[in-house]
């Protein structure tokens, strides 16, 4: 008899903790979070019956100081959600522009990702959610019905830093099936990024396959390392395994990187089909990838016929004491003298690197040194520097 009531039951527990799956399953189901309307406005949702207070944050959202370790810098807002008498939180948004926006919510001062959207990116240690609303430039970072190129992370030998290290790489459309060679360019991450940051982040593969189906970008391969040299791969990613990434690490900023790049250029041309010279060699970085894009391209001064800087960290630092970065005005003179198609500067108005680019572009200056110029709209945040990709690609290899 107590055997068979065991039975009966664990047969209720078990039917019991079935049906609040399924009832947690279909909750999930029911709410559509973010959901895009028709106009251009978007409904965020969350399921959150004991919470007292939600909100959600992001860059769609005006704009807000805020506090960090660089100064005060312009953080995402904030808005309320409204509760139901279902448990349901709610809150719509203003019609928003065509962009890739990314979000996250906030329950009792906690904040957390959205369990209805699956889709998230990773920057730095930070994880969010992300959306596009489709239209203009926008359009770039979908992936459309059109050829498309492949993404591969491959392991090179880097005998400049002694290690083996990973690497991502983009190939054109076709480039599998075709005996063509392709100029490259060289894309660098921030501080804080890795291997992984340009091709989640900054959409870098749905933008030069668009691009390229367009006919607005020549067919190109595009070369993403990692710039933090005590790493063999992003964290959980290479030999250190798992643990949680950081803003910077050690010896990102004091010439190792740049002094060794030509282990990368070496692997790339030994590995692809490319043509191998000046005129079809770029390279563009944001923020700390363009601090290395700069003392690359002077170091190594008859290498690189295009040169992208986007919002350059071109401040003066204290560690910077390497070789890389001896004799720099020389170094820019030799580089303007061996000459160049293209060197490129972008930044944002309200950039907190606004002006060391000012002031890299008076040196500059005085020196007779030529360079295009783009000024926008907004900070040191991933949506500039996508727009700044999609302008830079395009001016290549013509």
């Given at each position: ?5 065991l ?7 078990a039917f019991?903790a ?6 947690a ?6 709410i ?10 978007v ?11 939600v909100q959600v944050?992001g860059?769609?959202?005006p704009t807000?100081?805020?506090?960090t ?9 904030k808005?309320d959600?409204?509760?139901d ?29 959205d ?8 920057d ?9 609303v489709?239209?203009?430039h926008?359009?770039?970072?979908k992936?459309n ?11 090179y ?25 392709y100029?490259?360019?060289y894309?660098?991450?921030g501080a804080?990024?890795d ?5 989640n ?5 749905q933008?030069?396959?668009n691009?390229?189906?367009q006919?607005k970008?020549?067919?190109?391969i ?11 791969g992003a964290?959980g ?10 803003f910077m ?8 990187y740049?002094s060794a790049?030509?282990?990368i250029i070496k692997?790339?041309e030994?590995?692809y ?19 290395h894009?700069?003392h690359?391209?002077?170091?190594y001064p008859n ?7 986007y919002?350059?960290?071109l ?12 004799n720099?005005?020389?170094?820019l ?7 160049y198609?293209?060197y490129w ?5 309200t950039?907190?690197?606004y ?13 007779g040194?030529p ?9 040191h945040?991933?949506?500039?520097w996508r ?12």
């Amino acid at each position: 008899m107590k055997k068979q009531l065991l039975i009966i039951l664990l047969a209720c527990f078990a039917f019991a903790a079935k049906s609040q799956a399924q009832e947690a399953i279909f909750r999930a189901q029911q709410i559509i979070s973010p959901e895009i309307h028709d106009d251009s406005s978007v409904t965020f949702r969350l399921f959150a019956p004991n919470a007292t207070s939600v909100q959600v944050t992001g860059d769609f959202l005006p704009t807000m100081k805020i506090d960090t370790p660089r100064g005060q810098m312009d953080g995402p807002g904030k808005a309320d959600l409204n509760k139901d008498e279902n448990g349901v939180w709610t809150y719509k948004s203003e019609v928003l522009k065509p962009e890739l926006y990314n979000y996250s919510f906030i329950i009792d001062g906690f904040t957390t990702t959205d369990p209805s959207n699956p889709f998230l990116i990773r920057d730095v240690a930070s994880s969010t959610n992300i959306f596009i609303v489709g239209g203009g430039h926008a359009d770039l970072f979908k992936v459309n019905d059109i050829p498309h190129g492949t993404v591969a992370r491959r392991w090179y030998d880097s005998p400049g830093l002694g290690m083996d290290r990973r690497i991502t790489i983009y190939t054109p459309p076709g480039y599998e099936n075709s005996q063509e060679s392709y100029p490259v360019l060289y894309l660098l991450h921030g501080a804080g990024g890795d291997e992984e940051a340009w091709i989640n982040l900054g959409r870098t593969s749905q933008i030069l396959d668009n691009l390229i189906a367009q006919g607005k970008a020549k067919p190109m391969i595009v070369v993403m390392p990692n710039g933090n040299v005590i790493q063999d791969g992003a964290p959980g990613e290479g030999s250190m395994g798992f643990y949680k990434p950081q803003f910077m690490v050690a010896k990102t900023m004091d010439g190792t990187y740049e002094s060794a790049f030509g282990d990368i250029i070496k692997f790339v041309e030994s590995n692809y089909r490319v043509k191998a010279e000046k005129a079809n060699r770029a390279i563009a970085g944001l923020s700390m990838g363009g601090f290395h894009t700069m003392h690359i391209s002077r170091y190594y001064p008859n290498t690189f016929d295009y040169i992208g800087l986007y919002s350059a960290a071109l401040m003066p630092r204290e560690d910077a004491t390497g070789k890389v970065y001896s004799n720099i005005d020389e170094t820019l003179k030799t580089q303007m003298e061996n000459g160049y198609k293209l060197y490129w500067i972008a930044i944002g108005k309200t950039d907190f690197l606004y002006q060391a680019n000012q002031d890299f572009r008076t040196k500059l200056d005085s020196m007779g040194m030529p360079y295009e110029y783009v000024e926008s709209e907004g900070g040191h945040i991933w949506r500039n520097w996508r727009v700044y990709l999609s302008q830079f690609v395009p001016l290549l290899f013509n």
